[in-house]
């Protein structure tokens, strides 16, 4: 009898990729984007590998309607830089929330992914609406609560 344990890696043709539905309407970025950067790595899967793509698709919608705590609107600044001379552009939490809400959800989900190829790979599975509406109905997605 032995005690030692196989470790089992998953690949990502032998996962079954769900589909889940999140609704933003007055849930903190911050939360929400944990949430959805867990389910897009696969940590919620009893099958997750690290270094593989184990992980859920995910549709964001009503992501114009999320909230930001503290004094975030004013103080959090978005930057980009075009890669022109003299090209970098900004803008406060409050203005680019109004004017590029999808964004600012990416960035936020960005941000709690792994850098490189995988990263990469995994942030095409987020799918990002500002309204109520989306074109994935035929995916049939699980709806979940923040």
Sequence with gaps: ????????????????????????????????????????????????????DTGDFVVIVNASQVKLTGRKLD??????????????KSAPARIYLIKNSEQAVRAAVWGMLPKGPLGRKLIKKLK???????????QNPIALSL
């Design 1 to 52: 009898m032995s005690l030692t344990k196989e470790t089992r890696h998953m690949r990502a043709q032998d996962v079954a990729h769900a589909w889940h539905v999140i609704d933003l309407k007055g849930v903190v970025l911050g939360r929400a984007a944990v949430t959805v950067a867990n389910l897009l790595r696969g940590k919620t899967n009893p099958a997750y590998t690290p270094n593989g």
């Design 75 to 88: 103080q959090k600044i978005y930057r980009h830089h075009t890669q022109f001379l003299g090209g970098m």
């Design 128 to 138: 990002v609406y500002a309204g109520s509406e989306h074109p994935h109905g035929a």
